[in-house]
Structures are given as C-alpha cells and as structure tokens.
C-alpha cells in the first residue's frame, strides 16, 4: 500500500498562489507516476498536472502557464505551485499516483485538499 497526504489548501484571492504538496510513503515500493488532479462541485475529476509514466510534464491546457509541478524524488513528493489563481481553480486537489507494491502496479489517491479563490 502506498499512503499519499496533500497539504497547502486553502482560500486565496484571485490573481494570488498557493503551493501544494503532496507526500507518498509505504513499504518497498516505487513510484510510476505522480501528479494532481482536482474536482470541482458538480464536475468530473480532472486532470491537473502530472509526471508521466516517461517522466515528462502534462498540464491541463486551462493551467498552462499557471501552474507549475514539480518533484523531489528522494522524499518521494510532488509540488504544485499555482500562480494567478481564478475562481474557477475552485476545487478539491487530489494527489495520485500510479505506484509498483511487491510487483503489482495500482492507483492510489490521496484524501484531497481543498482550495477555494474567492474575494
């Protein structure tokens, strides 16, 4: 099993940013894939940004420019910086990942931060 906790949610003005973090831990196991998705009242779950399963970046075209991933590989974390925040970046952010346990790949999900831009 792989435990992922997101923390850095939070209510922000529009145009301000906040910087979310998300850590994995469990026993002997390797990360495929880490990223963030989110979903709004109403809406399907989305893709955010992620690192793929080769390593590069994809980022929903409504946060491109915004939104910035990144990771630090030896603590087994994932960040999203987000920048010029709107109304509409309204939503739960849930960390994910794609992780290898004894051989098996599965998808895990973190229990998801809340982010609110409002004034």
């Known amino acids: 099993q792989v435990q992922l906790v997101e923390s850095g949610g939070g209510l922000v003005q529009p145009g301000g940013s906040l910087r979310l973090s998300c850590a994995a831990s469990?026993?002997?196991?390797?990360?495929?894939?880490m990223g963030w998705y989110r979903q709004a009242p109403g809406k399907q779950r989305e893709l955010v940004a992620d690192?793929?399963?080769?390593?590069?970046?994809d980022y929903a075209d409504s946060v491109k420019g915004r939104f910035t991933i990144s990771r630090d590989n030896a603590k087994n974390r994932v960040y999203l910086q987000m920048n010029s925040l709107k109304p509409e970046d309204t939503a739960v952010y849930y960390c994910?990942?794609?992780?290898?346990?004894?051989?098996?790949?599965?998808?895990?999900w973190g229990q998801g931060t809340q982010v609110t831009v409002s004034s």
């Open positions: 994910n990942s794609r992780s290898v346990v004894a051989g098996w790949e599965a998808e895990y």
């Open positions: 469990g026993s002997r196991f390797s990360i495929v894939t």
């Open positions: 690192f793929t399963r080769g390593g590069s970046t």
